[in-house]
């Protein structure tokens, strides 16, 4: 039922990589994140504008996004591409230091590179959403009046800094994730977030068929 409802995500020879609920979810999330980015940064470098309203409704979004998200995997993709396996992480010391193993290593889905971004930006976004919602109590919006005296100042006074730090962090993550999506050798991961598919010869030359089932289309 699941393929048929995605007939129009692939083309015919082509291997499924991405399906368009999940490309959908990494545009929205890539979206709400840069305007949550702008509209926190710019008026600290002296850009003026009313921010405050654009900033909590981006990140309302950004967290339905990712609930969106969670119930989705817990439900039907599930965690397994995620997983840090021991072999990739032996591999990648190996390789590090100069020794490599015979006959290669293909990686599942995602490599191990990814699923290290994958995870970090997991908790960074996870912590700037938590304190961004607990700081939404200092904002009034037609569905609530603040209360700035929900915590005591000492409280507020973390929340801000982990706010920070998690939007500081994000920039750099922003920065290294633009940065590979556009390096040439890599272009091949980026169009697959863009229309859904790879090659069957990208497929065959980067991936373990054991590990990564992937559904196909005939030529």
Do not use: C, N
């Amino acid at each position: 039922m699941e393929a048929a409802a995605d007939e129009g995500d692939a083309a015919p020879g082509r291997v499924i990589r991405h399906r368009l609920p999940e490309r959908l979810f990494h545009w929205v999330m890539a979206a709400s994140m840069l305007v949550l980015l702008a509209t926190g940064f710019l008026p600290v470098i002296g850009i003026k504008f009313p921010w405050v309203t654009i900033h909590w409704i981006a990140g309302l979004v950004l967290t339905a996004a990712i609930l969106f998200h969670v119930v989705r995997v817990s439900g039907w993709l599930g965690f397994r591409g995620m997983s840090v396996r021991l072999d990739d992480l032996r591999h990648a010391v190996r390789h590090a230091t100069g020794r490599s193993l015979s006959g290669g290593h293909r990686s599942g889905k995602y490599e191990l590179a990814q699923q290290l971004y994958h995870h970090t930006v997991a908790i960074i976004v996870l912590a700037a959403v938590a304190t961004g919602i607990v700081m939404m109590a200092k904002v009034d919006t037609p569905l609530w009046q603040r209360d700035p005296y929900l915590l005591a100042s000492y409280t507020w006074g973390i929340v801000y800094v982990v706010h920070g730090y998690a939007g500081m962090a994000l920039i750099t993550l922003l920065i290294v994730h633009v940065y590979f999506a556009f390096r040439p050798e890599k272009l091949w991961f980026t169009r697959s977030m863009i229309v859904g598919w790879i090659t069957e010869r990208e497929f065959r030359e980067r991936f373990d068929p054991e590990r990564w089932r992937p559904e196909r289309r005939d030529a």
